[in-house]
């Protein structure tokens, strides 16, 4: 079984609210960059003051002290889960771990899902891409730096899995039903599949979004979650 977190990527923070009236079975939200940067921390405040487990994915890739800051600002305001880029280092990552105090799940984000092989080759200048070896090293390197576990696609599930602790988090955005577009994510997943392969937390955005009916798109997904071999 998996959790399901809704990536509230919308307008604002009214709407998200309004959506969220409709949806009384969720327990995770997300906000990421754009809503954050709008709402600010009330936001957060009332996601949280709902019971909700709020998942604030703003990716921090800055000097040790600098995102040390953010997370003991995140931690502060009663955030559940958060993430920085692993690309940061081995001391941000031990900073960030340290300033989480065991109350924050920090999350290191290793290859982002809109990226391909060669994508992320020309990104960081190599000529030949593993992206599965990429996210395996990326991952061991934070969770010995003191990170709780990692975000990766649904294809690097399996390998992480292996190569991790088993208490170890592994979120997986990309998210989508059979039926659902990819959109401008290239490593996409069913909810079954990533719960199958090993994720303990599933990221599902514009299938719920954008449904005709939000709270039966997310009924299903739920489902999936917690009967990964049906």
């Known amino acids: 079984m998996a959790e399901?977190?809704?990536?509230?990527?919308?307008?604002?923070?009214?709407?998200?609210?309004?959506?969220?009236?409709?949806?009384?079975?969720?327990?995770?939200?997300?906000?990421?960059?754009?809503?954050?940067?709008?709402?600010?921390?009330?936001?957060?405040?009332?996601?949280?003051?709902?019971?909700?487990?709020?998942?604030?994915?703003?990716?921090?890739?800055?000097i040790p002290n600098t995102v040390a800051g953010a997370v003991s600002a995140a931690r502060e305001l009663g955030v559940s889960m958060a993430t920085v880029h692993t690309l940061g280092g081995r001391t941000m990552m031990e900073g960030a771990a340290a300033a989480a105090g065991g109350e924050l799940a920090l999350l290191g984000v290793t290859v982002l899902t809109s990226h391909d092989a060669a994508s992320y080759g020309r990104a960081t200048g190599r000529t030949e891409v593993l992206l599965a070896e990429e996210v395996v090293r990326q991952a061991r390197e934070a969770t010995s730096a003191g990170l709780a576990g990692i975000v990766c696609s649904s294809d690097e599930v399996g390998p992480v899995r292996r190569a991790l602790p088993r208490t170890a988090l592994l979120v997986v955005p990309g998210i989508r039903r059979e039926t659902d577009a990819p959109g401008d994510q290239v490593r996409v997943?069913?909810?079954?599949?990533?719960?199958?392969?090993?994720?303990?937390?599933?990221?599902?955005?514009?299938?719920?979004?954008?449904?005709?009916?939000?709270?039966?798109?997310?009924?299903?997904?739920?489902?999936?979650?917690?009967?990964?071999?049906?």
């Not at 709402?39 to 800055?62: M, N, Q, S, T, Y």
């Not at 909810?191 to 599933?202: I, M, Q, S, V």
């Open 4 to 62: 399901v977190v809704l990536a509230l990527d919308l307008p604002s923070g009214t709407e998200s609210l309004r959506l969220l009236d409709r949806l009384p079975d969720l327990r995770w939200v997300k906000v990421g960059s754009v809503l954050m940067t709008r709402e600010g921390a009330p936001l957060i405040c009332a996601l949280a003051g709902r019971g909700l487990r709020v998942f604030l994915d703003l990716k921090w890739h800055d």
């Open 189 to 230: 997943a069913t909810a079954a599949e990533a719960a199958r392969a090993g994720a303990t937390h599933l990221v599902v955005g514009r299938p719920v979004l954008h449904a005709p009916d939000p709270a039966h798109a997310l009924h299903q997904l739920l489902e999936e979650a917690r009967c990964p071999t049906s």
